[in-house]
């Protein structure tokens, strides 16, 4: 099993539309949980940091469900530049070396 | 505040020579640096974590003969892509972690396109 699995789509939606996401982890003793964006041929971007209690920025919501393992993103009215690869990101629990744990990405292609 | 900067952005190699990639921590030092994959469509994979001063730790299956990473100072790490053949044409990016250990931070390089032909 993956360490972070992730919905590879690809997601294509209309302009304005609603669209989630779903992430899964494997390791229950992970620390930190993050979405990150990635354009064509560009670096992952950090997006949010996903909070147990769930946090919102703007049009995008994160959740994280410890009991399931589980992540998710939301996001509404859909923009055109909002077509990118998300990446579901876990951060190991503490004391283990500093590297980050990446999902195989879900793509979004927002269409006019 | 915590940028990295890699060069080169994308490289045209024949088969059979040597790439190497640099990456530089702009304002801050980074101690610890990581080296990633990236084939076409398919996630991030860890290559090597390099420690500066030490050797780099290599993941299962990646040959660190192949792939030399130095990190000699607290803000350069090289990856050099050596005999490099038409299999490691690949999206290859660095990053670096700042911070305390409890709260780091994590910042990428804007990646390397490496072509072999």
């Known amino acids: 099993r993956k360490e972070v699995e992730q919905d590879p789509g690809p997601f294509n939606v209309p302009e304005g539309a609603t669209v989630a996401f779903n992430c899964t982890y494997s390791?229950?003793?992970?620390?930190?949980f993050f979405w990150y964006r990635q354009d064509c041929r560009k670096e992952p971007k950090l997006l949010m940091s996903?909070?147990?209690s769930g946090n919102e920025d703007g049009r995008f919501t994160a959740q994280l469900n410890r009991a399931s393992q589980y992540i998710s993103l939301l996001i509404r009215d859909s923009k055109l530049s909002d077509s990118a690869t998300y990446l579901c990101?876990?951060?190991?629990?503490?004391?283990?070396?500093?590297?980050?744990?990446f999902g195989s990405g879900t793509q979004l292609t927002v269409l006019p | 505040g915590a940028v990295v900067s890699q060069h080169p952005s994308w490289v045209i190699c024949k088969s059979g020579t040597s790439v190497k990639i640099e990456c530089r921590s702009l304002?801050?030092?980074?101690?610890?640096m990581f080296w990633y994959r990236q084939f076409p469509k398919q996630s991030l994979m860890l290559m090597a974590t390099?420690?500066?001063?030490?050797?780099?730790?290599?993941e299962q299956g990646v040959e660190k003969d192949k792939f030399l990473i130095n990190h000699a100072s607290l803000t350069l790490s090289t990856l050099t892509v050596t005999s490099a053949h038409p299999e490691d044409s690949s999206f290859y990016i660095c990053?670096?972690?700042?911070?305390?250990?409890?709260?780091?931070?994590?910042?990428f390089g804007s990646g390397t396109r490496l072509t072999v032909v």
């Open positions: 990053s670096a972690s700042y911070g305390p250990l409890s709260n780091y931070g994590y910042t």
């Open positions: 390791n229950s003793a992970s620390q930190s």
């Open positions: 996903v909070y147990s």
């Open positions: 990101v876990v951060k190991p629990s503490s004391g283990s070396a500093r590297q980050l744990t």
């Open positions: 304002d801050f030092q980074a101690t610890t």
């Open positions: 390099s420690n500066e001063g030490s050797k780099a730790t290599y």
